[in-house]
């Protein structure tokens, strides 16, 4: 079993609750708030934005029942908690630098400031919170700061990879098969 020190392990609770509390309300404002708001009423699950909310809220979730429980933590968890990360970071960035801008001050209302900017943020927080803790348990050696580098690099790696392959067409999603120089738009 990974051992995580005992200020890690609050530090993680409080950013694993801030996520999930964030995650629910901003999901429920936008599913109660009607089709006059941006990302409002029934068709609410449909978008990206609040699936990356659950997946990340469901993982966060289940991370706070191992912690809790003293349980050892498979690396499968550890696996989809980066790919949540991913999700969720994407969609900040997506949100910060394409929506935003575009919606002015009517972006900034309470369900899109908690699905778009309090729950990447503090998931990313929480993501190198846990994980540092699994990639470099022994603090004091040299080759600590070789993980450090190494796990943002693939972190930073996987969300670029996604932003370039999905982004520069948004509104069609691209079928990117590797080696192919050409992509097929659906």
């Known amino acids: 079993m990974i051992v995580i020190s005992d200020t890690r392990k609050r530090i993680s609770y409080i950013l694993k609750l801030i996520v999930i509390i964030s995650a629910v309300a ?6 109660f708030a009607g089709r006059s708001a941006f990302m409002g009423g029934k068709t609410v699950f449909m978008y990206f934005t609040i699936q990356s909310n659950i997946l990340i809220a469901a993982i966060c979730a289940w991370g706070l029942f ?17 790919v949540g990360t991913v999700s969720i970071t994407l969609t900040g960035v997506v949100f910060a630098f394409l ?6 001050a009517e972006a900034w209302n309470l369900q899109n400031t908690l699905t778009h900017a309090v729950v990447p943020i503090v998931s990313v927080a929480d993501y190198f919170v ?18 450090i580098y190494r796990g943002a690099s693939v972190y930073g790696h996987r969300l670029v990879d996604t932003s370039v392959t999905c982004l520069p067409d948004c509104g ?13 738009t659906m």
């Open 172 to 184: 069609r999603i691209l079928l990117y098969v590797p080696g192919r120089q050409d992509r097929k």
């Open 26 to 31: 901003g999901t429920l404002i936008s599913a």
């Open 130 to 147: 846990v994980v540092s803790s699994v990639l470099f348990p022994e603090l004091g050696k040299s080759r600590r700061s070789i993980w």
């Open 99 to 104: 929506l935003a801008p575009v919606l002015g």
């Open 66 to 82: 191992l912690l809790s429980r003293d349980r050892a933590v498979s690396v499968t968890w550890y696996t989809m908690k980066l």
